[in-house]
């Protein structure tokens, strides 16, 4: 039997657009067993801030530009953060790097999603930098947060067949298409019990993935 609560409460951390989050909410309406209880934004003109609040989900912003060290910003997040209770702090386009007290503190039950097949490509620009190497596969994965950036217990990726015609913005729009089944299926897996984070890797049903789960192997998972 699952210790998880029926509903897992998630926090999700955003810096722009949102449409991770967005797909998220979706997911939590359909079938997750799953609530968005806060939108986070560490930039206070993020676009998905509105979307959120239309959708009548809770936002907040925390603004990094207030605070002249990462390690009060952060400590001004977890504070926001810790007022939802959250089962699970999702990154969906978060774009700040964090310190190692805030990871410490939702190590096991914080995710980010990464657009690139880890451990390909950390950091920025991960379209352009797939397209430079001529790729003929490129991604995102979900990954449990750690202190390596963009570099903890992978759990899940999804790919798309690079072509000929791609531009860094035609792929990404592609990847970004996977990205939104992709985090969905992740964030299920955890609020059910079945996705934990042991002796640095992620186990799903009990099995540790030494490589991450491909989506692509089984899309109904
Ligand atoms: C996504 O590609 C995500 O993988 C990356 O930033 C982008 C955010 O997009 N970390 P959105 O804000 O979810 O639309």
Redesign the pocket.
Known sequence: MSERPARCRLVVL????????LALADACARDLPADIVAVISNEPGAA?LASAAERGLKTEVVAHRKYPERATFDDALADTIDRYRPDLVV?????RIVTPPFIKRYLGRML????SLLPDYPGLNTHARALADQRTRHG?TVHFVTDTLDGGPRIAAASVTVVGTDDADTL?AR??ER?HELLPSVVGWFATGRLTMRDELAWLDGQPLNTPFDLDADPAA
């Open positions: 955003i810096s722009g657009r949102g449409s991770n989050m998905g990154m969906a386009g978060f774009m980010n999603i990464h657009p995102a990404a990847v970004l990205e």
